[in-house]
């Protein structure tokens, strides 16, 4: 029988070459992290690269046959992706009496528009370029008057169209008083290559970093302009198509805080690569002392807004964001 020996009360544990088995489980375990922390970079380069190529290819080509190659392909691929199945059930909520068949005339159309978006998004430059007449702007006017106001003032939209082209048309009408936020994308090569794009724009990143920008901008008197009708889990309840949806009220807030209106721009996709960028009236916010009861008062005007547009044009609006609660 084997000898059994008895391990005194300060014994260690040690491997065969008597270094601690703690040592040798800590490099294990540090290997393991650094070989994912390895596997992560590369799986975010190789995403970047087919960033890069697509946009290559989409540059390379002329603004409408990229453009139509786009939308062919977002209507071949887009409804057969299971995320289709929220654009449809969140249809089916906003507009029940809409047919099936309409919601799938819907959902397609909202997939060419989307493929368009994707392929526009290298020639957005040029599209927006006032030389390429490719972009309408109504009321033009507006904006110069409330930039010789001299007031902050928020401008506001929503994912409809190529949602880029409000803002890239935006900025070159008020120049770097306009301060624009944006969502970061997770992957920062990739979001390096997107913002190459768009260098010419003032722009931060959401986040608590950029909120200070933000504040900072608008205290020296700049205006900023931010999309608005995505889903905000720490928001507040506000109507939207007959229903409560989560909705991030900071343009309420800070429009409140300082004392400047909020100016509705909407976006329409005509035809292929035109558009018309409609400069709306702007929304004077009403403060009675009360903040939530205020805020939530301007942020069921924002979200009223933005369902006439999407009523209007409801395929160019981008379907697939978790907008309601299940």
């Known amino acids: 029988m084997a000898a059994h020996h008895r391990r005194g009360p300060h014994a260690r ?24 922390r390895v596997l992560h970079q590369a799986s975010q380069l190789s995403e970047a690269a087919v960033v890069l190529a697509v946009m290559m290819t989409f540059a390379c080509l002329p603004i409408d046959w990229a453009s139509a190659l786009g939308g062919y392909i977002g209507r071949l691929i887009g409804p057969r992706l299971g995320v289709s199945r929220r654009a449809l059930g969140n249809l089916m909520r906003a507009m029940p009496e809409n047919s099936d068949g309409e919601n799938r005339r819907i959902l397609c159309g909202m997939w060419d528009n989307l493929g368009r978006s994707v392929a526009e998004y290298p020639h957005l430059g040029r599209i927006c370029g006032e030389e390429c007449h490719r972009v309408e702007i109504v009321n ?8 010789s106001a001299g ?6 939209g929503g994912h409809f169209a190529n949602w880029e082209i409000g803002p890239t048309t935006i900025h070159r009408l008020m120049g770097p008083s306009l301060l624009s936020v944006y969502r970061a994308a997770n992957n920062r090569w990739v979001d390096g290559l997107l913002r190459r794009r768009l260098r010419a724009r003032c722009a931060v990143a959401k986040g608590a970093a950029g909120g200070r920008d933000l504040l900072r901008h608008l205290r020296r008197g700049g205006h900023v302009a931010m999309l608005v009708d995505q889903k905000q889990n720490d928001g507040i309840a506000v109507p939207f198509f007959g229903r409560d949806a989560m909705t991030a009220p900071a343009i309420a807030r800070i429009g409140l805080r300082f004392g400047c209106p909020l100016l509705p721009i909407a976006v329409e996709r005509l035809s292929g690569a035109r558009f018309r960028v409609t400069i709306m009236p702007a929304l004077d916010l009403a403060a009675t002392g009360n903040g939530a009861v205020d805020v939530l008062a301007g942020m069921t005007r924002v979200n009223a807004l933005i369902e006439d547009w999407i009523r209007a044009r409801p395929e160019q609006w981008l379907w697939l964001h978790r907008r309601w609660p299940q």
């Open 13 to 36: 544990d040690t491997d065969d070459k008597g270094a601690p088995l703690s040592f040798r489980y800590a490099n294990k375990s540090g290997w393991i992290v650094g070989f994912r």
């Open 151 to 156: 007031r902050p003032v928020i401008v506001f």
């Open 140 to 147: 033009v006017a507006a904006v110069q008057e409330l930039l």
